[in-house]
């Protein structure tokens, strides 16, 4: 099976469960502080975010109050988006269950758009179908993020929380910039032990920052 139409079908819920209690905590996400303050010179531009792959919008909500925005996230767990609609009802910020490679949204229809840590778990074949969509719905002159793993060289291995699922850890910030079309404007190297880059490529995640040209020629 597709590995989105497994994390449709419960893994994604799955996902969520395991993490709520940290979920609850990110209003303070250290990748999101990054973002917020790479970003604050064109605040006043951006008026509209999306997150792919937000669980329960923990961190659209934090990236939306640094830079005063109306977000939409997207989310193949039901109860994830529930939750995370529940406590963002009064904000403006709507969650939408779904995946990457199909995007309910209009073309060039925000100013942001994140992968919030979700294109690992994509199928190889949903990858262009991912990212073409980020593209359709981002507006020229608008920024695109990126947080994921960032090793030296691109491997796969099993996801260890369900068999058949597999992880795929690469630098998917050179889709984009590989095109011409985007310019790598920041980047921040971490990892999962510590907030500040680390040696050992095989733990490194990042959070890219890219623009998307007005006009690349
Ligand atoms: C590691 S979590 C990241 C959650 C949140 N963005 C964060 O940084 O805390 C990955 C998320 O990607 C979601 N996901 C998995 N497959 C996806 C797909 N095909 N499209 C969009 N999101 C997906 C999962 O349900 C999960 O919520």
Redesign the pocket.
């Known amino acids: 099976m597709n590995?989105?139409s497994i994390?449709l079908e419960g893994e994604?819920d799955n996902?969520?469960l395991r993490n709520k209690a940290a979920?609850e905590v990110?209003s303070g996400a250290s990748e999101i502080t990054w973002l917020g303050q790479a970003l604050s010179p064109f605040k006043d531009k951006i008026n509209t975010v999306l997150?792919?792959?937000?669980?329960n919008g923990?961190?659209l909500e934090q990236i939306c109050g640094l830079l005063d925005a109306k977000g939409k996230g997207?989310?193949?767990?039901k109860q994830?988006v529930d939750e995370g609609n529940r406590r963002l009802s009064r904000s403006g910020t709507q969650l939408h269950v779904g995946?990457?490679?199909r995007l309910p949204f209009e073309s060039l229809s925000f100013d942001f758009v994140y992968f919030?840590?979700?294109l690992y778990?994509?199928d190889r074949q949903?990858l262009f179908a991912a990212t073409a969509e980020a593209d359709r719905v981002l507006k020229f002159g608008g920024f695109l993020a990126i947080?994921d793993f960032d090793p030296i060289h691109r491997y796969k291995r099993p996801y260890h929380h369900k068999d058949g699922v597999f992880s795929f850890k690469q630098d998917y910030s050179k889709v984009f910039t590989e095109s011409g079309l985007y310019y790598l404007v920041s980047k921040n190297s971490f990892s999962h032990r510590q907030p500040f880059f680390d040696a050992d490529g095989n733990e490194r995640v990042s959070t890219t920052l890219l623009f998307k040209e007005i006009d690349a020629y």
């Open positions: 590995q989105s994390f994604g996902y969520f979920l990110r997150e792919i792959g937000c669980s923990a961190k997207i989310d193949p767990s994830a995946t990457a490679s919030g840590f979700c778990l994509l949903d947080t």
